[in-house]
């Protein structure tokens, strides 16, 4: 670790330092064989690097135009595919906006193989295949058809679980992909899982439009305090676990609505649910810090004990939100170099998250992100 890189100059003209992990000099100098060996060695690849927006994870610098793509395709292999970086990117999302053509249907590939969750989405509320309607990139045709080919794969693979958590997470490039069959005949999934007869996958690919609609009211019921019909209907399927494009969970809206009773019935009911995290990696209970009320829903949201010690993507803790919220925020100068582009304000929370759009269809894509 070299604790004193020069990463830039202040305003006054002195010298700013960051941290700088071993790894990140050997991404950009070494070889792959290197660069696996430092990997295989424990190097650190989830350790925040915050030399320049947007921030993120080590394993992220991977991703860069100028990093050799055979390093870059060793960290794909390697790296956990959870991770994200402060505008909520995965691995996914870094690949496909990733200009160095070098490698980059492999790198893609490796990612889908390890199963990296395709339905992520951003802090815009896009997924890495949004990506390919929103910007310029080159080969979109070719890059979107490995993405959806890996959607058919877990379908005529038979894999529900996969396919249902794609539905649960708002993914909704599902049933308007295609696939071949071995004679070469086009059809779509419905048709591909009841051409093998796929007795479970192929009812639930038929009933996505009422799934997702079930969700959707669940939220809307949420949102407007409707007990009522939270309780009639969020035992039907997974329905209470579905998510909206923000990521977002049952309980994160009625943090959000401050919806006590609500919150109270779907803990007692769901209580996992309280460990989903949006596109941020907020839990609810980072949402609640952000209340005056906090104190009527941290007993419900940390009734596992260790949901408070959970990181954001901008590296804050439960308890580092409160202190920003009660005690004093963080002045954008104090904050490492990389933070201070995007300067995420934790004590807006609640009042950005409540008007938040999320989507390809949205117009107001962040300009800063799209510059990234």
């Not at 994200?84 to 490796?110: F, P, Q, S, Y």
Request: with cysteine; aromatic share 8%; net charge negative.
């Amino acid at each position: 670790m070299d604790d004193y890189f020069i990463a830039g100059f202040r305003p006054d003209f002195s010298a700013e330092y960051v941290p700088r992990p071993l790894i990140i000099p050997a991404f950009e100098i070494c070889t792959d064989e290197v660069v696996e060996f430092l990997i295989q060695f424990s190097a650190d690849l989830t350790k925040p690097y915050e030399e320049c927006a947007p921030c993120g994870p080590a394993a992220f610098w991977a991703f860069r135009d100028d990093i050799d793509s055979r390093n870059t395709l060793v960290v794909a292999k390697n790296a956990d595919v959870a991770l994200r970086d402060e505008r909520g990117a995965t691995m996914l999302h870094k690949a496909i906006r990733r200009k160095n053509t070098d490698l980059k249907k492999d790198i893609i590939r490796v990612l889908l193989e390890r199963h990296i969750n395709i339905a992520s989405r951003d802090i815009d509320g896009l997924t890495a295949r949004d990506y390919l309607d929103v910007y310029d990139i080159e080969n979109k045709e070719e890059l979107r058809g490995i993405i959806d080919d890996y959607v058919v794969f877990l379908v005529i693979d038979d894999q529900v679980d996969r396919v249902e958590q794609l539905i649960l997470d708002a993914y909704d490039h599902i049933l308007d992909i295609q696939g071949t069959t071995k004679k070469g005949k086009t059809m779509g999934v419905c048709e591909l899982a009841h051409l093998k007869q796929l007795k479970e996958m192929t009812p639930l690919l038929n009933e996505i439009p009422q799934y997702e609609k079930k969700i959707q009211d669940l939220h809307t019921a949420v949102e407007n305090g409707d007990i009522v019909t939270i309780s009639k209907n969020a035992q039907e399927k997974r329905c209470a676990w579905g998510c909206d494009k923000g990521g977002r969970s049952l309980v994160h809206k009625g943090v959000m609505y401050q919806r006590l009773h609500i919150v109270e019935f779907l803990t007692q009911q769901f209580p996992n649910l309280v460990y989903i995290k949006d596109n941020l990696l907020r839990t609810p209970l980072h949402y609640a810090a952000c209340l005056k009320d906090r104190k009527k829903f941290w007993p419900m949201l940390n009734a596992g004990g260790n949901i408070h010690n959970c990181v954001d993507v901008n590296n804050l803790t439960v308890h580092d939100i409160v202190r920003e919220v009660l005690e004093r925020e963080t002045p954008t100068k104090e904050k490492p170099r990389g933070r201070q582009f995007y300067d995420y304000k934790a004590r807006t929370l609640i009042e950005k998250e409540r008007v938040a759009r999320y989507g390809k269809d949205v117009p107001h894509i962040d300009a800063k992100s799209a510059m990234m």
